[in-house]
């Protein structure tokens, strides 16, 4: 039997725990890259990548970039509500979007209209160009808005939809359908393959079942079970789920059983049953629960061992990072994933503390926050 976090954790610790979760994930990733396996090993030891103590620093990549500019289109949305002025959501993404094409040093053209500045545009980290989606670059280049009857790009299901989907299940008080309709349609925006929509989707279904309190098995067998029922002409996303699930069951598997079963995470139904599997695998199980001595999150104990949660949390982002595929997409999700489960009691402080301009991402966790709580 898995083991339930002790006590149910606030909205506000899961929108944080979910977008720093992701940071920290994607960041993880990022140090290695699309590197090989055996390059992995072989800058790391036999074990792979598992912290951030051999590195300079934990840099983001645009993984966290879009995330953070979906929430800033999320957030934009109810502001003009508040002041009397309806907006459609999609379309707030995509003004969002193409801000951020325009800090990875791309012009949108003459066609496209000119969004205003906002709070996010200023904060210079985000102007850095980790090796961006193309895919996201092409579609937002072109200057029309993708919809899910004309989207752009219309062959490709890359991970860059995927990646950036986990604010829409940080909404409160709105139905799942809503919650994977603005998902799907904000996939359009830039990729148009079905399984592209589907997987940001069911994505953003287990993030909102995770953040509504249901367990990690209960919400991943749920949405599993979702995206067979999904009316969509892709039967990627569920076959890739299932085997996740089962790969889970057998517990942490060779990197190269991993990739055998689920893939290399460089197709966003393979990104995501990649990370769903690692944090099943590594999920704990009844009779051991004593983690090992290390530095903690917020939640560890004054002997500085690591909480139940923060061990989970580094097990499974470790796992999720060391496959030889698209790592930082992994990476993002599984700390996505985790976050919105544990809240911010399962993030590693050693781990926060090498962290890329954390009040960046807790500045748009702010806002988040205000928008659907009301708090500060």
């Not at 503390?353 to 009301?374: D, F, K, N, Q, S």
Request: negative net charge; proline residues 6%; contains cysteine.
């Amino acid at each position: 039997m898995s083991i339930e976090p002790g006590a149910p954790a606030s909205l506000t610790s899961r929108i944080h725990g979910c977008l720093l979760g992701g940071a920290v994930g994607d960041s993880l990733g990022y140090a290695v890259g699309t590197d090989s396996m055996a390059e992995i090993r072989r800058r790391f030891g036999a074990g792979g990548i598992a912290g951030f103590d051999a590195l300079p620093a934990g840099r983001f990549s645009d993984e966290t970039e879009l995330t953070l500019y979906t929430v800033d289109g999320l957030v934009e949305a109810p502001e003009w509500a508040n002041s009397g002025v309806g907006a459609d959501v999609n379309a707030c993404l995509w003004l969002a979007y193409l801000r951020w094409l325009a800090t990875q040093g791309e012009d949108a053209p003459s066609s496209a209209p000119v969004p205003q500045p906002r709070w996010i545009d200023r904060q210079v980290v985000l102007h850095q160009r980790r090796e961006p989606c193309e895919t996201c670059i092409s579609g937002l280049a072109t200057g029309e808005m993708g919809t899910s009857v004309r989207p752009v790009n219309a062959g490709s299901k890359g991970p860059g939809t995927v990646v950036r989907s986990a604010p829409f299940g940080l909404i409160p008080h709105i139905t799942p359908e809503a919650v994977y309709k603005l998902s799907a349609d904000a996939a359009s925006l830039t990729h148009g393959h079905p399984a592209a929509r589907q997987t940001a989707g069911i994505f953003s279904l287990l993030i909102h079942r995770l953040v509504s309190g249901e367990g990690l098995l209960e919400a991943a067998s749920a949405v599993s079970a979702h995206s067979h029922a999904l009316n969509e002409v892709a039967p990627e996303l569920p076959e890739r789920l299932d085997a996740a699930l089962q790969l889970a069951a057998k517990g942490v598997v060779a990197p190269e059983e991993l990739t055998e079963m689920l893939g290399e995470g460089r197709t966003a139904e393979e990104a995501l049953a990649v990370a769903l599997y690692a944090v099943l695998a590594t999920l704990p199980r009844a009779g051991n629960a004593t983690a090992p001595a290390g530095k903690g999150g917020k939640g560890a104990d004054d002997g500085g061992a690591d909480t139940l949660p923060v061990r989970h949390f580094r097990e499974a982002v470790a796992l999720a990072v060391n496959h030889g595929g698209n790592s930082d997409a992994t990476g993002s999700l599984a700390g996505n994933i985790l976050g919105a489960f544990y809240g911010e009691e399962c993030l590693p402080a050693d781990w926060l503390g090498a962290l890329e301009a954390p009040e960046a991402i807790r500045g748009m966790a702010g806002l988040l926050v205000g928008v659907t709580t009301g708090e500060g």
